[in-house]
């Protein structure tokens, strides 16, 4: 599987931005999708989680409300809607794919990774 992450930029504390990752491979559905983000000096965290199913998703409470994971398993697109970003959200996001059914918030539990998009956040 092989993901890349695009849609990141500089914006306004306030505005929006929408991700999106592109997967490889004909099991795109059958993985569960993620998002994580890394700010300088601090370590990967997680943003949010989506199953296959779409039935399932979870999100970290910094985001919660303002950011939203979906998918397009007949595009093998995942996405993240942020809104009402803030100077917090600076950061560089990578989409992450595990295989399996369990969605999942801790990054070493996911075997895939993109290259990442960087979102700046100005205030």
């Known amino acids: 599987v092989q993901l890349q992450a695009s849609g990141g930029g500089l914006v306004q504390a306030g505005g929006s931005l929408r991700l999106s990752c592109a997967a490889s491979g004909r099991t795109f559905s059958s993985l569960v999708m993620g998002w994580f983000r890394q700010a300088p000096g601090k370590e990967r965290e997680f943003v949010a989680v989506?199953?296959?199913?779409?039935?399932?998703?979870d999100y970290a409470d910094s985001v919660k409300g303002r950011f939203t994971i979906s998918r397009d398993n007949a595009k093998n697109l995942v996405y993240l809607q942020m809104n009402s970003l803030k100077p917090e959200d600076t950061a560089v996001y990578y989409c992450?794919?595990?295989?399996?059914?369990?969605?999942?918030?801790?990054?070493?539990?996911?075997?895939?990774w993109g290259q990442g998009t960087q979102v700046t956040v100005s205030s």
């Open positions: 989506i199953a296959w199913s779409l039935a399932s998703a």
């Open positions: 992450a794919a595990r295989r399996g059914l369990m969605i999942s918030t801790i990054d070493n539990e996911y075997g895939y």
